[in-house]
């Protein structure tokens, strides 16, 4: 038993859920904008695992992501406490909050093993992580990113 006040980030799983479909540009994007966060690939788009959990801290990864895809929108998946809150982000705002139900009907497998904790994003392949990424490395990730997307028109 401790006597000091717990640890306000234990337990705290924070995802943004994105429509990158590849978790490599969206881990260069996010290193570049200093965003600490694990980038894991879905049949339905990259997930930016956040690193940072502190309150708040979510809220600016979801921030920064939404600015970075500003014509495509995200969601922002918190668990805290037990909790789960899904709010929607459009170009640097939160929009709407998203019923955690309707959210959890759809969800991947991957993230909702990440919500529920039966799964760590550890566990899941083909991750990419922003932190420690240097700016050099992030950048010809993006431009080799683009590149393969101009020869796939």
Known sequence: ????????????????????ADPAPLAAACALAGVEVDAAPTPVGALAVC????????EQAAEAISRLLSNTPVLLVVRRDGALVATRWSG???TTEVAPGLLLD???PELEGLLLGTVAVADLGGVVSSAGLGRWKATRMLASAARAARKAR
């Open 1 to 20: 038993m401790t006597d000091g006040p717990a640890d306000p980030t234990a337990g705290v799983v924070a995802v943004v859920v994105t429509q990158v």
């Open 51 to 58: 690193r940072r959990t502190e309150p708040g801290e979510p």
């Open 92 to 94: 640097g705002s939160a």
């Open 106 to 108: 759809g969800a991947p």
